[in-house]
C-alpha cells in the first residue's frame, strides 16, 4: 500500500471513529490480510495451471516423422509388421506432410479436407493435405505404409514427394474424375489402380499410377464401366467381376495384366445371395488370395439412405460360399442359413486379420460382428470415421502409445476436472464472502475494518 492510499485510509479510521464506528481489532485485521493474500496465491497458480495444462494437452505428446520401416518381406513384397492399438485424437496443431511409415489413416467423415496419419507404434499427426483439387475419394494405404494414394495422385509420406510430375497430374486431373472408392495397391506397394471416370466420354475404367511416375489406362472390362474390382492378384494383375445382366444373381471374373489392352475371363464366378442385389457391390481380396469378401449396401425404410452393410464371404478359387467366421474363428456352412450377415454402417472398405475380415466403420471388430471387443480402439472425438489400414491388413502385433492413451484420458477427464474445479471456487469463493459479510453485520462480534466512502 503506498503512503498516499495509508494516509487517506488513516484520515477515514479517524472520520469514523468520531462517528461511533467500532474500532477494528490488529487481530482481525492481520487476518483479513493473510486470507486475501492466499487467496490472490491460489487464483494465480489455478490459472497458471489450467493454462500449463491446456498447453500440455494440445502439444502432448507430439510426432515426430518416422523413416524407418518396421517391414517384413513376403513373397518378395515388404509389408508393414505392425499396427497401433489404439487412435487418439491427435494434438490439434500438430500439422505434418511428411508423417513417414505410416500404419493406420482416419478419415473424419464430414470434413473433407482432414486426415489423420497414424504410425506404426500409435502416434497420431494430422496430415496436411495438397491445396489443390477437391477430396473426392478416400485414402489408400500402400502395404509399406510408405505411399498415401489420394484422389488422381500418389504421395509419399515419407519424403513428402507427390507423383505424378505436376504437369501430368494436372493433364489427368483435367481429364479424369476419380470415383467415391479407395485406390488398390499392388502387393509390392509399386503400383496403385485408381477407379476415374472421363471428363466427356468415357474410354477406360480409370488408370494404374506407380511410384516411379508412369501412369497407364486401364481399359474397360468388356465394355462396361460398372465393374467391381477386388485387388490385385499378383504385383502385374488385376482381378474383378461383372454383372451378367439384370435379374440375375450371378458375377462373371476378370482378369487384367499391366500393359494388356483388355481384359481376360477368369475364375472364380460368384453366385449371389437373394439378399445381397444391390448395387454399388464391393469385393475385397484377402491377403493370400484364397477368399472373397463380397459388400453391398442396405437402404433404410425410415430415412431412404444406406446405412448399413450386407455381406458374404466366397472362396477365390471355386465361388462357393463359405459362410461367416464366429467368435472363435470357424465358418458357417450354407446349411444352417449364415452365410450371409450385416452390420451398421456403409462407406468404408473392410480391411482383413488373416483370412478373416475386419469392418471399419466407426469401429474396428470382426465381420459382420456389432458388438465385442474391437480389434483397434479407436478415439470417439473422430466421429463415425473409416481407418484405413496398410494394404488393407492388420498384420503382425498391435503396439501400444502409452503417451497417447494418457493424452487420451487428460481430454477426457482433464477437462472436466478443470471444469469441476473452477465450479468448486466459485462456490467457495461465494460462500466464502458471504460470512465474512454475516460476520461483518453482526453487532457482537469485531471484523476486519472496511472504510466508509
Given at each position: 500500500m503506498s503512503t498516499d492510499h495509508l494516509g487517506f485510509a488513516l484520515h477515514e479510521i479517524a472520520d469514523d471513529a468520531e462517528h461511533g464506528a467500532t474500532q477494528p481489532a490488529g487481530g482481525a485485521l492481520w487476518t483479513a490480510g493473510r486470507r486475501r493474500r492466499t487467496s490472490r496465491l491460489l487464483a494465480s497458480s489455478l490459472a497458471a495451471a489450467c493454462v500449463i495444462a491446456l498447453l500440455g494437452v494440445l502439444v502432448w505428446p507430439s510426432g515426430t516423422p518416422q523413416a524407418s520401416v518396421p517391414a517384413v518381406g513376403v513373397d518378395g513384397s515388404t509389408h508393414l509388421t505392425t499396427y497401433p492399438a489404439r487412435i487418439s485424437k491427435a494434438p490439434f496443431i500438430e500439422q505434418s506432410s511428411r508423417p513417414g511409415v505410416t500404419a493406420a489413416v482416419v478419415d473424419?467423415?464430414?470434413?473433407?479436407?482432414?486426415?489423420?496419419?497414424?504410425?506404426?507404434?500409435?502416434?497420431?499427426?494430422?496430415?496436411?493435405?495438397?491445396?489443390?483439387?477437391?477430396?473426392?475419394?478416400?485414402?489408400?494405404?500402400?502395404?509399406?505404409?510408405?505411399?498415401?494414394?489420394?484422389?488422381?495422385?500418389?504421395?509419399?509420406?515419407?519424403?513428402?514427394?507427390?507423383?505424378?510430375?505436376?504437369?501430368?497430374?494436372?493433364?489427368?486431373?483435367?481429364?479424369?474424375?476419380?470415383?467415391?472408392?479407395?485406390?488398390?495397391?499392388?502387393?509390392?506397394?509399386?503400383?496403385?489402380?485408381?477407379?476415374?471416370?472421363?471428363?466427356?466420354?468415357?474410354?477406360s475404367l480409370g488408370v494404374v499410377l506407380g511410384t516411379d511416375g508412369t501412369v497407364l489406362d486401364v481399359p474397360f472390362v468388356a465394355g462396361e464401366s460398372d465393374a467391381a474390382v477386388a485387388g490385385w492378384l499378383d504385383d502385374q494383375s488385376i482381378l474383378a467381376f461383372v454383372s451378367m445382366g439384370p435379374g440375375t444373381s450371378r458375377l462373371?471374373?476378370?482378369?487384367?495384366?499391366?500393359g494388356d489392352r483388355a481384359w481376360e475371363v477368369s475364375r472364380p464366378d460368384l453366385e449371389w445371395k437373394n439378399d445381397l442385389t444391390g448395387w454399388p457391390v464391393r469385393i475385397g481380396l484377402s491377403p493370400n488370395r484364397s477368399r472373397l469378401f463380397v459388400t453391398t449396401p442396405l437402404t433404410s425404410t425410415d430415412s431412404?439412405?444406406?446405412?448399413?452393410?450386407?455381406?458374404?464371404?466366397?472362396?477365390?478359387?471355386?465361388?462357393?460360399?463359405l459362410g461367416l467366421p464366429d467368435a472363435e474363428g470357424k465358418l458357417h456352412p450354407d446349411t444352417d442359413g449364415a452365410t450371409s450377415g450385416d452390420w451398421e454402417g456403409w462407406g468404408c472398405r473392410p480391411a482383413w486379420m488373416g483370412e478373416r475380415p475386419v469392418k471399419t466403420d466407426g469401429f474396428v471388430r470382426w465381420a459382420p460382428g456389432e458388438f465385442g471387443e474391437d480389434l483397434v480402439s479407436v478415439s470417439s472425438r473422430y466421429g463415425s470415421a473409416c481407418v484405413t489400414f496398410a494394404g488393407d491388413e492388420l498384420r503382425g502385433t498391435p503396439v501400444v502409445n502409452g503417451p497417447a492413451l494418457w493424452q487420451e484420458r487428460a481430454w477426457v477427464w482433464g477437462g472436466r476436472g478443470l471444469v469441476l474445479l473452477a465450479v468448486g471456487g466459485a462456490v467457495w469463493w461465494f460462500t466464502r464472502g458471504r460470512a465474512w459479510r454475516e460476520r461483518a453485520g453482526s453487532p457482537h462480534t469485531s471484523q476486519p475494518y472496511v472504510p466508509q466512502r
Amino acid at each position: 500500500m503506498s503512503t498516499d492510499h495509508l494516509g487517506f485510509a488513516l484520515h477515514e479510521i479517524a472520520d469514523d471513529a468520531e462517528h461511533g464506528a467500532t474500532q477494528p481489532a490488529g487481530g482481525a485485521l492481520w487476518t483479513a490480510g493473510r486470507r486475501r493474500r492466499t487467496s490472490r496465491l491460489l487464483a494465480s497458480s489455478l490459472a497458471a495451471a489450467c493454462v500449463i495444462a491446456l498447453l500440455g494437452v494440445l502439444v502432448w505428446p507430439s510426432g515426430t516423422p518416422q523413416a524407418s520401416v518396421p517391414a517384413v518381406g513376403v513373397d518378395g513384397s515388404t509389408h508393414l509388421t505392425t499396427y497401433p492399438a489404439r487412435i487418439s485424437k491427435a494434438p490439434f496443431i500438430e500439422q505434418s506432410s511428411r508423417p513417414g511409415v505410416t500404419a493406420a489413416v482416419v478419415d473424419e467423415r464430414g470434413d473433407a479436407r482432414t486426415l489423420f496419419a497414424v504410425s506404426p507404434s500409435g502416434g497420431v499427426t494430422r496430415l496436411s493435405l495438397p491445396p489443390d483439387g477437391f477430396r473426392t475419394s478416400p485414402p489408400s494405404l500402400s502395404p509399406d505404409g510408405r505411399w498415401l494414394a489420394l484422389d488422381m495422385g500418389l504421395m509419399d509420406l515419407v519424403s513428402g514427394n507427390r507423383l505424378p510430375a505436376a504437369d501430368v497430374a494436372d493433364q489427368l486431373r483435367a481429364q479424369r474424375l476419380p470415383v467415391e472408392e479407395a485406390a488398390w495397391w499392388s502387393p509390392d506397394s509399386s503400383r496403385a489402380f485408381i477407379a476415374s471416370v472421363n471428363q466427356g466420354a468415357p474410354t477406360s475404367l480409370g488408370v494404374v499410377l506407380g511410384t516411379d511416375g508412369t501412369v497407364l489406362d486401364v481399359p474397360f472390362v468388356a465394355g462396361e464401366s460398372d465393374a467391381a474390382v477386388a485387388g490385385w492378384l499378383d504385383d502385374q494383375s488385376i482381378l474383378a467381376f461383372v454383372s451378367m445382366g439384370p435379374g440375375t444373381s450371378r458375377l462373371e471374373g476378370r482378369t487384367w495384366r499391366v500393359g494388356d489392352r483388355a481384359w481376360e475371363v477368369s475364375r472364380p464366378d460368384l453366385e449371389w445371395k437373394n439378399d445381397l442385389t444391390g448395387w454399388p457391390v464391393r469385393i475385397g481380396l484377402s491377403p493370400n488370395r484364397s477368399r472373397l469378401f463380397v459388400t453391398t449396401p442396405l437402404t433404410s425404410t425410415d430415412s431412404g439412405r444406406l446405412d448399413r452393410t450386407a455381406s458374404m464371404l466366397v472362396d477365390a478359387g471355386t465361388g462357393a460360399l463359405l459362410g461367416l467366421p464366429d467368435a472363435e474363428g470357424k465358418l458357417h456352412p450354407d446349411t444352417d442359413g449364415a452365410t450371409s450377415g450385416d452390420w451398421e454402417g456403409w462407406g468404408c472398405r473392410p480391411a482383413w486379420m488373416g483370412e478373416r475380415p475386419v469392418k471399419t466403420d466407426g469401429f474396428v471388430r470382426w465381420a459382420p460382428g456389432e458388438f465385442g471387443e474391437d480389434l483397434v480402439s479407436v478415439s470417439s472425438r473422430y466421429g463415425s470415421a473409416c481407418v484405413t489400414f496398410a494394404g488393407d491388413e492388420l498384420r503382425g502385433t498391435p503396439v501400444v502409445n502409452g503417451p497417447a492413451l494418457w493424452q487420451e484420458r487428460a481430454w477426457v477427464w482433464g477437462g472436466r476436472g478443470l471444469v469441476l474445479l473452477a465450479v468448486g471456487g466459485a462456490v467457495w469463493w461465494f460462500t466464502r464472502g458471504r460470512a465474512w459479510r454475516e460476520r461483518a453485520g453482526s453487532p457482537h462480534t469485531s471484523q476486519p475494518y472496511v472504510p466508509q466512502r
